[in-house]
């Protein structure tokens, strides 16, 4: 993309948009518009076609990664069937813009509510997400009378790209942590007029909500998380040990098989990135390889990309998966958005001691549902906790309903 694409004004909006800046000071708020060239298209499926295929895999589960039949699913599909304008055409009804903070350009999407009194919330995705993750919800929340909600359950909608991650800036120096990211978003929300706001987020999207909550700015009201940072010490050291301790009620229990789960055999991704993220150019010089590093982030996830492939109906779509895993391609930000799991120094699930207003929505087939009793414990101010029954990871992006139900219920205490 030349500057002059990703600047150009889109004018498809259909709510109101953030004004830009006439100046070029250093607050200044640019518009933003896709647009990936018919050659740089053109070259994902000649590579995709020229994908060199490994041996199948020796067992007949998925115990050993991403299986050949899955991945070729989705490189056939990718290679002749998708269609990205599809995507760039959604993102470009939408409201965009950059803004230069700390050195680096942030890209956020800003759509405001039609109604009074909307209550205005920055929404975090994670990896392997982007802001593709959060389309579903944009509309549920600015428009909610459209949507089973009412007038005063209205959000307007700030949805920003990480630092490294789509269309934001790539980070040239060290630093970039959750917490620096955290005080980034403090710095937009401020520049976009808001005085008074809420924070959401899962993944990554919880590490800078939480970060958020703990600097106090003085417009942040309260939070909302779908991956809470819940597990009380005890049973840190217990998932160390590899024995869980005596008394877990059943939720507790639930909870502690599937953290022992994941510790054992879901984060080696999580574990090179954080130690070596510079040595995966294999990755991200293949966009084959890319997709299978990125859709073999948790057992559960998996299962049901595999399933959307095998043409099962999902609360993802082919489309979806690919939408988000060509955006990663086409931005060539599969190692800077690795760079975070370096940068961060933070506990994922050691709670921080916020002292804000938390609402915690516990979806089943998260990494873990967090349990009430310790929910309880991580977040003395909690306003809102639900255990719902359907939903893991990407809540957003799987089940965009249940979250946008459990956004406006959430938040309606503090409006």
């Avoid at 150009?8 to 709510?15: S, V």
């Avoid at 647009?35 to 067992?59: G, N, Q, Y």
């Avoid at 998925?62 to 760039?88: N, P």
């Avoid at 980034?184 to 909500?209: E, F, H, I, P, S």
Wanted: charged share 20%.
């Amino acid at each position: 993309m030349t500057q002059t694409q990703t600047e150009a004004m889109t004018m498809t909006a259909t709510a109101p948009a953030t004004q830009p800046t006439t100046d070029d000071g250093p607050d200044a708020i640019r518009p933003f518009h896709v647009h990936f060239s018919d050659e740089e298209l053109a070259d994902i499926k000649r590579r995709i076609a020229a994908t060199r295929w490994p041996d199948r895999e020796t067992v007949n589960d998925k115990s050993q990664g991403v299986q050949l039949a899955t991945i070729q699913k989705l490189a056939r599909y990718w290679g002749k069937d998708y269609d990205w304008r599809k995507a760039e055409a959604k993102l470009n009804a939408l409201p965009q813009f950059i803004t230069n903070i700390d050195g680096v350009d942030i890209h956020f999407i800003h759509v405001r509510s039609k109604e009074k009194n909307a209550l205005p919330i920055i929404v975090t995705h994670g990896w392997p997400g982007s802001i593709i993750e959060q389309l579903k919800i944009i509309d549920p929340l600015t428009n909610p009378t459209a949507h089973g909600g009412s007038a005063s359950d209205a959000f307007d909608v700030v949805i920003p790209s990480l630092p490294g991650y789509g269309f934001s800036g790539k980070p040239t120096t060290t630093g970039w942590d959750p917490i620096h990211i955290a005080r980034a978003w403090t710095v937009l929300m401020k520049r976009l007029g808001y005085t008074r706001y809420v924070a959401q987020g899962g993944d990554w999207g919880n590490a800078v909500t939480e970060q958020m909550a703990l600097l106090t700015p003085p417009g942040l009201i309260g939070i909302h998380t779908n991956m809470p940072a819940t597990v009380p010490p005890e049973i840190e050291k217990a998932l160390a040990a590899g024995a869980p301790p005596s008394g877990l009620s059943a939720d507790e229990k639930h909870a502690y098989d599937q953290l022992a789960f994941f510790y054992k055999q879901g984060l080696a991704y999580a574990q090179e990135m954080s130690n070596r993220p510079q040595s995966i150019y294999g990755i991200g010089d293949s966009p084959v390889g890319m997709a299978a590093w990125m859709i073999d982030h948790d057992a559960d996830s998996y299962s049901l990309i595999a399933r959307v492939f095998d043409g099962q109906q999902e609360g993802l779509t082919r489309d979806d998966i690919l939408d988000n895993v060509t955006l990663y391609w086409l931005t060539n930000t599969t190692i800077s958005s690795a760079r975070l799991y370096w940068e961060s120094k933070l506990p994922f699930f050691a709670p921080k001691h916020i002292t804000i207003p938390v609402a915690v929505t516990a979806f089943p087939n998260e990494l873990y549902q967090a349990p009430r009793s310790w929910t309880e414990r991580a977040y003395p101010k909690l306003i809102h906790y639900n255990k719902v029954s359907k939903g893991g990871h990407f809540a957003a992006w799987e089940q965009p309903a249940t979250l946008a139900t459990e956004l406006r219920a959430a938040f309606r205490p503090l409006r």
